[in-house]
């Protein structure tokens, strides 16, 4: 992407300068035969308006010639083929692949899903649950009679007698979850947890688990991050003499007498994962870790440093030690990092859903009859591939606009995907959910490589980046690489032009900086009577910073000096600069001189270069013909005044 920022400097921008449909249309010049009109030209003459600070480059005749170099260079590298490389046409690919995922996502339905994560990341569900599970081929309605029955006892009965009566972690489990918020669940299992109101058990539903129900405790506003260091007693101990709670609590106490906490963690933590790092954690907030004591433990410590009393998880016993708190970020701040969460998420299905939706009635489609298709398709058992005559292989299946799809094409696609259903399912069934599957596959496809033709936003981004990488490419072997590489070019080029690299002239000394002049009145005084510069900062800074002194030495071209200023050795005047007044001693002063060769290499490559390109440019103009209707150039200046 780099390549392409270098290449297209005054490609961006925002268009703000709208023209006559008639003038839009007309041709403004030709290049080797290829037309330009005035609206082609203007969308890369808007976007460049607000970026260009020289004043030069704005002027109508002077941009025409830096887009006609422009043009030149890009036709120069299609001609020698650098569009056919491996190199350029991978990563134009990618870059293709990425800006379509763009342009093909619902932007409203992505806009509500990122805003309503947002809502549910600065809050938090406490909720406890029943699953039950099934696999895939199993009979759904006896796992859904099941929760039925379930939720009823959910409903009424105490949670932990439940819990020990039906919980066996395996087909059915009933669990407490704490708290939790965005993107801690299936995205299922979060809606109904987030729509169940507090003291309220939902309906039944379904995830890729099986069917739950969701009971919810309590919601609250998200407590954001924090980061604790800690230090573990397990529960269990292979030293049986060894007590987990007083071997904590003498911990405590060695941590209240002033112990180090990061060397008591190393030493005895059985958190090995934490302990190598003096007991540090990674930072979480609620739902990241299975012990509500824990969270809400480290949630309650308020300064940096704070201890935490011993406390026991089903884990161990715990020291917990505050590193450092976060809250939630503002919206606008974690915006993009949500959006590829989403669309990470199983919440991309309703996007793509949403989308397709459109698709299909933007689009004329013409669909086939599968009761009668279906009848065509044959095959000897699930493993094998799926035939059909050939006689019909070529028949219309699908047709999306002008765009036509056989019978062959449905038949390729269902044996791709004939592993992706059970053996039992029934043949028709099958057959209207694989055409469902194709159907959306060739919406999405159509939409995808029409794109370019439908979209004139997408149409220009795609085509400055497939421009500025042939630009970045052929500039880079013309002319950057090739003056590095050309040491005699250099070399001479130098020994032609010596006295444009020189060295900057620079003087040697103390410069000392106020913003009251009387100070530096007191330092002028004091240095024609030699006084040190030690002497005087201590006389002057006594009580507080007044003068502040830079020893060194100093190009003239500083900042720090005024400029344009004739410099002779010894004490200088006071000058103002800016909002201060400066004085200097100069010990020294170094005249301008021509550098060697090595010390001036990088301008002497960077001039080579520009030399090398108008050099190039010269010969692309005489290779290439250039013509410009300068009654339509006259016009369009016109309505540019």
């Known amino acids: 992407m780099y390549k392409v920022i270098l290449a297209l400097i005054f490609l961006f921008g925002a268009e703000n300068i709208s023209f006559s449909q008639s003038l839009n249309s007309k041709t403004l010049m030709s290049i080797a035969g290829e037309k330009i009109t005035v609206k082609d030209f203007l969308r890369v003459y808007n976007k460049n308006m607000d970026l260009v600070q020289d004043q030069s480059q704005k002027n109508i005749d002077d941009y025409l010639k830096l ?12 001609a020698l083929g650098y569009d056919q490389k491996d190199s350029y046409q991978k990563e134009f690919k990618n870059y293709k692949e990425q800006l379509l995922r763009a342009y ?14 947002y809502d549910r990341s600065i809050n938090e569900v406490k909720a406890q649950h029943v699953l039950v599970r099934f696999e895939s081929d199993q009979d759904t309605l006896a796992a859904y ?61 379904k995830t890729q688990f099986g069917y739950h129900v969701v009971k919810v405790l309590n919601k609250r506003p998200s407590k954001g991050k924090v980061q604790v260091a800690h230090i573990m007693i397990a529960n269990t101990q292979k030293d049986s003499t060894l007590i987990p709670e007083n071997r904590i609590k003498e911990l405590y106490n060695l941590l209240q007498q002033g112990s180090s906490f990061e060397n008591l963690a190393k030493q005895y933590s059985d958190d090995k994962g934490s302990s190598s790092r003096g007991g540090v954690m990674n930072a979480f907030g609620s739902g990241d870790i299975s012990s509500e004591i824990f969270v809400d433990t480290a949630f309650e410590l308020n300064e940096i440093g704070a201890l935490s009393n011993p406390i026991q998880t089903q884990f161990g016993w715990h020291i917990l030690k505050l590193i450092s708190r976060s809250p939630i970020k503002p919206f606008e701040e974690i915006k993009m990092e949500l959006e590829q969460k989403v669309k990470r998420d199983a919440r991309s299905s309703i996007i793509r859903e949403k989308m397709l939706e459109k698709l299909m009635q933007r689009y004329e489609i013409s669909q086939p009859d599968l009761n009668q298709f279906s009848q065509q398709f044959e095959r000897n ?206 010990t020294s002063l170094t005249a301008a001189e021509v550098l060697s060769f090595e010390d001036s290499r990088g301008a002497v490559i960077s001039e080579y270069q520009t030399v090398l390109e108008s050099d190039w440019i010269k010969a692309l103009r005489i290779k290439y013909k250039v013509n410009i209707h300068n009654k339509i150039l006259k016009k369009l200046k016109a309505s540019l005044e």
């Not at 704490?178 to 539903?205: C, I, L």
């Not at 992706?420 to 069934?429: E, L, P, R, V």
């Open 67 to 78: 887009y006609i170099n422009y043009k030149l260079k890009l036709k120069e590298a299609k």
């Open 381 to 586: 058992d699930p493993e094998s591939d799926w035939v059909l005559e050939d006689s019909i292989s070529q028949k219309i299946f699908l047709k999306i606009e002008s765009k036509i799809f056989t019978i062959k094409d449905f038949l390729a696609f269902l044996n791709k995907r004939k592993r992706s259903f059970k053996k039992s399912t029934d043949k028709n069934q099958l057959i209207v959910k694989q055409y469902e599957n194709f159907l959306e596959d060739k919406l999405f496809e159509y939409k995808k490589d029409n794109l370019i033709n439908e979209n004139e936003d997408y149409a220009n981004i795609l085509k400055e980046y497939e421009e500025g990488l042939l630009l970045f490419d052929i500039m880079q072997d013309k002319i950057w690489n090739s003056a590095k590489k050309d040491s005699l070019g250099l070399k001479q080029y130098f020994k032609d032009n010596a006295s444009k690299f020189t060295s900057t002239a620079k003087v040697s000394g103390t410069l000392v900086r106020s913003n009251d002049k009387n100070q530096l009145n007191r330092v002028q005084n004091l240095w024609m009577d030699g006084a040190t510069n030690e002497a005087i900062s201590d006389q002057i800074n006594s009580e507080s910073q007044l003068i502040n002194f830079i020893n060194g030495d100093f190009e003239l071209d500083n900042s720090l000096l005024p400029q344009n200023t004739n410099f002779e050795l010894g004490i200088s005047e006071i000058y103002k600069l800016d909002t201060n007044y400066v004085i200097l001693n100069i």
């Open 104 to 117: 093909t996502n619902d932007k409203e339905v992505t806009a509500t899903l990122v805003s309503e994560a």
């Open 145 to 205: 009679k099941k929760i039925k029955e379930l939720r009823s006892r959910f409903v009424n009965e105490d949670f932990s007698s439940l819990r020990l009566s039906m919980h066996d972690g395996k087909s059915i489990f009933v669990e407490d979850l704490g708290y939790f918020s965005a993107f801690k669940m299936v995205y299922n299992f979060e809606n109904a947890a987030f729509k169940t109101p507090v003291g309220q058990t939902s309906e039944p539903f």
